[in-house]
């Protein structure tokens, strides 16, 4: 059985299944984009550079959305309720300095992810129409 510091330190930043279900669709839809660009604020999931605009995928939990799954752990709340409110207040700083250099954010929450058919239709929506190569 796993302790929580071990459990804690297998909790991965990138490439979690939300990320890459994400991912695979774009890539489907026919657009094409960097991964987590370290040159920009929150160095985000998918950066479309000539359009201008980044999609974040954030887990409902670490990122404090206001679903089931973004419960506040019941032991240890003097950690976990501090930690969990610099997150987000990260995750909307890291949103107003994008937007002041110029580039358009969409957040993507890892519970919106499980809707394909409305999560395609909201990258659809963000992205624009794809440019095809001649």
Not at 93 to 112: H, K, Y
Request: net charge positive; hydrophobic share 35%; with cysteine.
């Amino acid at each position: 059985m796993m302790d929580r510091s071990a459990n804690m330190r297998a909790i991965r930043s990138k490439d979690m299944q939300p990320e890459l279900k994400v991912r695979s669709l774009v890539h489907m839809l026919g657009y094409r984009f960097r991964l987590h660009r370290k040159d920009l604020p929150g160095k985000p999931d998918l950066v479309f550079g000539p359009r201008r605009k980044v999609i974040f995928v954030h887990g409902c939990f670490w990122h404090s959305h206001n679903c089931k799954a973004a419960h506040i752990p019941k032991s240890n709340q003097e950690y976990w309720v501090p930690k969990l409110q610099r997150n987000k207040a990260r995750d909307g700083r890291n949103i107003e300095v994008l937007e002041a250099d110029g580039w358009q954010a969409l957040v993507i929450w890892e519970c919106e992810a499980r809707d394909e058919g409305r999560l395609r239709k909201r990258l659809r929506t963000f992205l624009g129409r794809v440019k095809r190569r001649q």
